[in-house]
């Protein structure tokens, strides 16, 4: 009964508040109030919404290079990120106080002269012209109408004008101030309050203003932040209207020495002082990568397409990127700024920005699947391109990795790892010949240029190819017949089962139907006749220099959420898919392409030869021709690093590059790896047992 009955009491005097309505005997209530403790309004702590005990308040998420420091971007609705106290100056806390509640250390949550006050010069002039909401008051809808899971129909209840909703804050008010510190309550208002041009909460706001950490605020510039929170869309001095931001400085000022916290000649020398404003905007989204490095945007791209896969963000990728824009991550990326920039020059001198041809590249670790770079000859832009090109120069397609509009490239011979593997797995070993003559009419039906009576025939880049061979020799040499009659010993469906547990991804409708219904007839996919993008090719062979293990492309090293946790999204996700002795066979055969040797002197010639002598230490990896030349791919790796390079024209598939391309590609993966692998030791390849080289045995399988 007494707690309606105080209702009742509040209620009237909310009204005379809002409203200004000349009520009868109203002195009474408040006395009334006074004398009963207004406290026994209040909510109990344990009842208050848990955004109030905990609240949620939107943060950016920062996205930076490997080094942990150097920002690529951010990701945010609201720019937020909280700051302890003690990263706030302590004239920015006065100010604050000053501007919004001069009376916030004698209350309790609810300032009762303040309401006194309001409610007889609202009476006296008719309407509303003063509030008396303290800064928990304040503090309390800000949590409400920004809590980032209710509906915008909640939001706005929030902050409805009605005596409901102002009962309701006093009464979270006064339970706040029971359980909270001055100085916590302090803390969280300074970091939800809106402070105009897009800044949420003190960080942000000294940031968007004053180009500096809140810590290091100074006097007139502290005046003029708190006097923003009463009006932030019409006094933003960048945005709106400078002269009232001035007025409200000085009203802070003045508020200031009437509390006796600043000297009047202190306060009258800052009231001098020009607005001194020296804006920064804080980056959002891949787009606002720093203009001098507007290539960091493709991987960066890439991070965000990576988010929205992972369950851990959200139920949908709707959802996981509203976690990422409202979750305050501190994200530490896998890109090296320094790999990243040799690999955009290598790039560009292959083919210049705009090229209709491109040399999408990938940079990527074995046995953790961190991407070190992601470099292609384009300009990372939405703005739109002439003569209607697509991609040229400006995309935000993803040209390394795929996704979206982009389905890849044909990868040529570089699937012959695959043929060999699932050969390698059936108990075949490295020294399987077979007299591969210059042109072999198969089992697989096809029809077209490739057909011989409707039967898939391919035949060799040279007559010098055939004859006798192994696997070392074939794939050094890239024997097109030995492969072919290679995929008919083992089964194509096996191949493209290979290249499926190595993570090969089939973009292309046709493809991914040719997969899951026809693979058993697909001989020809061991020529790469499936489109494939270098992060596709760089993943699936580093699993060979990993030994067997499958990790997946990962972009970041670490991720933390906003109180500091680590997440686990961000660690390596790898298997085991590999015998390790037929990942060391594959590796021993991969020596032979690009001039080194393999463990048992077995190689006899490569299309790349001369790529062990350029980088001086051991390599191994593939070269691929498309039919026509129409694209042309490398992929090299050592035990350290992989990296895979493909040529093409992204827009018209019928633009071949032709052959001529390939050295420039060698020559590019080559200057990568050599740049990247600097100051790393030189780390040769385990060798194969000699069953797995020389032995026919029985059939092995992945994990």
Known sequence: MIRAHLD???????????????????????????????????????????????????????????????????????????????????????????????R??????????????????????????????????????????????????????????????????????????????????????????????????????SKRYFSKSPADLTLPEAALLA??????????????????????????????????????DQAARAKAEPLDLRPSQTPNDCTAVPAAHNDWGFFCDW????????????????????????????????LDPAVQRATVEQVQRVYPTADPRTAPTAVLQPGTGRVLAMAVNRTYSVAENPDGQENRPNTVNQLVAGGGAIQGYQGGSTF???????????GLPLQTEYDAPGRLVTRYPVTGPASCGGRWCPENA?????????????????????????????????????????????RADSDARLARYGAKDWGPFTLGVSATTPLDLAGAYATVAAEGTWCAPLPVVSITDAGGRPVTAAKPDCRQVLDTDVARAAADAARCPVGDQSMYGRCDGGTADGLRTR??????????SSEGYATETVVAFTPQLTVATMAANPDDPRDAVGQAVQSRLVEAVGEVLSFALRDEPVRDFVPPSERTAFEVTGARTGN
């Open 303 to 334: 991070f965000t397409r990576w988010w929205s896969a992972q369950s851990a963000f959200g139920a949908t990728a709707d959802e996981r990127q509203r976690t990422l824009r409202r979750g305050g991550f501190s994200i530490v990326s896998s």
């Open 227 to 264: 006097g923003l929170v009463r009006s932030p869309h019409t006094d933003d001095p960048i945005n709106g209207d400078a002269d009232a931001a001035r007025e409200r400085r000085t009203y802070v000022l003045d508020r200031l020495v009437e509390t006796a916290q600043v000297p009047p």
């Open 462 to 506: 040279s007559a010098s190819m055939g004859g006798r061979q192994s696997m070392w020799t074939a794939f050094g040499r890239s024997v097109n017949t030995y492969f072919a009659w290679l995929t008919e010993q083992v089964g194509a469906d096996r191949v493209v089962e290979m290249a499926e547990r190595l993570g090969i991804v089939f």
């Open 416 to 426: 012959k790892l695959f043929t060999m593997l699932a050969a390698l797995e059936s």
């Open 615 to 624: 980088l001086g230490r051991p390599v191994a990896g593939k070269t691929g």
């Open 104 to 205: 916030y250390y004698q209350h309790s949550g609810v300032d009762l002269r303040g309401v006194a006050r309001a409610f007889t010069v609202n009476q006296r002039d008719g309407e509303t012209r003063q509030g008396a909401s303290t800064l928990t008051m304040q503090y309390v809808r800000n949590v409400l109408s920004s809590d980032p899971r209710l509906s915008e129909e909640q939001r706005r209840a929030a902050t409805e004008v009605s005596t409901a909703r102002k009962v309701q804050e006093m009464r979270y008010a006064l339970a706040l101030e029971r359980e909270l510190s001055k100085e916590e309550i302090l803390s969280r208002y300074l970091n939800i309050a809106y402070f105009g041009a897009g800044a949420y909460g003190i960080a942000a706001a």
């Open 8 to 102: 009742k009491v509040l209620t009237v005097l909310i009204a005379g508040l809002l409203a200004g309505l000349v009520l009868a005997g109203a002195a009474l209530p408040v006395a009334l109030v006074f004398g009963i403790g207004f406290s026994a309004l209040s909510t109990p702590y344990s009842e208050l919404p848990n955004t109030l005990r905990t609240p949620p308040t939107a943060q950016r998420s920062n996205l930076y290079a490997n080094d942990g420091t150097t920002l690529i971007t951010s990701f945010y609705q609201e720019d937020r990120v909280d700051v302890p106290l003690r990263d706030v100056a302590p004239v920015m806390r006065q100010a604050i106080v000053a501007a919004e509640d001069v």
